[in-house]
């Protein structure tokens, strides 16, 4: 599988970016998909994650500022991200979860579970 994410880039305190993450060489509609950064220093973690069937989580951090959705059509998962922090300053990556996991956050939020992994889209949130 092969992931291409994108729509990163500098923004403000309170701003907003929407990120896209295109997958290709697997059965997309199949798969749970995940959304994970990374700041400098930092290890990888967990943002948010949508099930084949759209059902959705999130880290606390994010909750109520982020939204994940997909689109099985285009091989996509996006973030919309709001309301964005300083913190929120990280490379942010897609990964699907695959085999026939139930959807949760135990089985979705550590990045050990996720065996694919692409360059991902920086974010730089300004103060």
């Known amino acids: 599988v092969q992931l291409q994410a994108s729509g990163g880039g500098l923004v403000q305190t309170g701003g907003s970016l929407r990120l896209s993450c295109t997958a290709s060489?697997?059965?997309?509609?199949?798969?749970?998909m995940g959304w994970f950064r990374q700041a400098p220093g930092k290890e990888r973690e967990f943002v948010a994650a949508?099930?084949?069937?759209?059902?959705?989580l999130y880290s606390e951090a994010v909750r109520g500022r982020f939204t994940i959705s997909r689109d099985n059509a285009k091989n996509t998962v996006y973030l919309q991200m709001n309301n964005l922090k300083p913190e929120d300053t990280a490379v942010y990556s897609c990964?699907?979860?695959?085999?026939?996991?139930?959807?949760?956050?135990?089985?979705?939020?550590?990045?050990?579970?996720?065996?694919?992994w692409g360059q991902g889209t920086q974010v730089t949130v300004s103060s």
């Open positions: 060489g697997g059965t997309f509609s199949n798969y749970h």
């Open positions: 949508v099930s084949q069937f759209r059902r959705t």
């Open positions: 990964s699907p979860r695959i085999g026939s996991v139930n959807f949760s956050m135990l089985n979705m939020a550590r990045p050990a579970n996720y065996g694919y």
